[in-house]
T-cell receptor
Framework: DTGVSQNPRHKITKRGQNVTFRCDPISEHNRLYWYRQTLGQGPEFLTYFQNEAQLEKSRLLSDRFSAERPKGSFSTLEIQRTEQGDSAMYLC?????????????FGDGTRLSIL | GENVGLHLPTLSVQEGDNSIINCAYSNSASDYFIWYKQESGKGPQFIIDIRSNMDKRQGQRVTVLLNKTVKHLSLQIAATQPGDSAVYFCAEVLNTGANSKLTFGKGITLSVRP
């Protein structure tokens, strides 16, 4: 399978703990995006990378959230001191760069549940 | 699994009929649009896209129509099958320099009756 891969698929943790998710994009894609999705809603943009550079962060991304893409390939999203409101599906997508018309392809997400 | 379609409007169609799923987008400057299908417990799956300089694009069993005058997008699925049952989202893209982030519309649950 050469699609976007995310792990773990599910994460259950206690409030206040730190969690880290990993995303492996489609190999030739230089853009990588993180989104958050809550039940009954569409995904909401969090942040995005072109190669290793983080080029935009949403206001949804509080200072407890940090994302990295150190070598321009896989990315990690860390949430520190988790809160109940962080419970959601965290989705990663990747695409090629370059002009209009490069669709983003999504992984199956990491479902985070905060106890 | 996770119920992505919780509290979303539902379109119920008979197997074999054609389905039309509508979406109103928000930004008249958006220049690229994508339809995604999302099944329970999975991420959004790309179906078809259209650029703003087009008003119609056809794929296999699917057609997307774009009406920029009223900021309306529709997805037509021919001969709907049980496997088409899912939540469908439209997404718009405003290409501002390097970024192409997606803004998703409200999803619609498609339920196919056998």
């Amino acid at each position: 399978d050469t699609g976007v891969s995310q792990n773990p698929r599910h994460k259950i943790t206690k409030r206040g703990q730190n969690v880290t998710f990993r995303c492996d994009p489609i190999s030739e894609h230089n853009r990588l995006y993180w989104y958050r999705q809550t039940l009954g809603q569409g995904p909401e943009f969090l942040t995005y990378f072109q190669n290793e550079a983080q080029l935009e962060k949403s206001r949804l991304l509080s200072d407890r959230f940090s994302a990295e893409r150190p070598k321009g390939s896989f990315s990690t999203l860390e949430i520190q001191r988790t809160e109940q409101g962080d419970s959601a599906m965290y989705l990663c997508a990747s695409s090629l760069a370059g002009g209009v018309g490069q669709p983003q392809h999504f992984g199956d997400g990491t479902r985070l549940s905060i106890l | 699994g996770e119920n992505v379609g919780l509290h979303l409007p539902t379109l119920s169609v008979q197997e074999g009929d054609n389905s039309i799923i509508n979406c109103a987008y928000s930004n008249s400057a958006s220049d690229y649009f994508i339809w995604y299908k999302q099944e329970s417990g999975k991420g959004p799956q790309f179906i078809i896209d259209i650029r703003s300089n087009m008003d119609k694009r056809q794929g296999q069993r699917v057609t997307v129509l774009l009406n920029k005058t009223v900021k309306h997008l529709s997805l037509q699925i021919a001969a709907t099958q049980p496997g088409d049952s899912a939540v469908y989202f439209c997404a718009e893209v405003l290409n501002t320099g390097a970024n192409s982030k997606l803004t998703f519309g409200k999803g619609i649950t498609l339920s196919v009756r056998p």
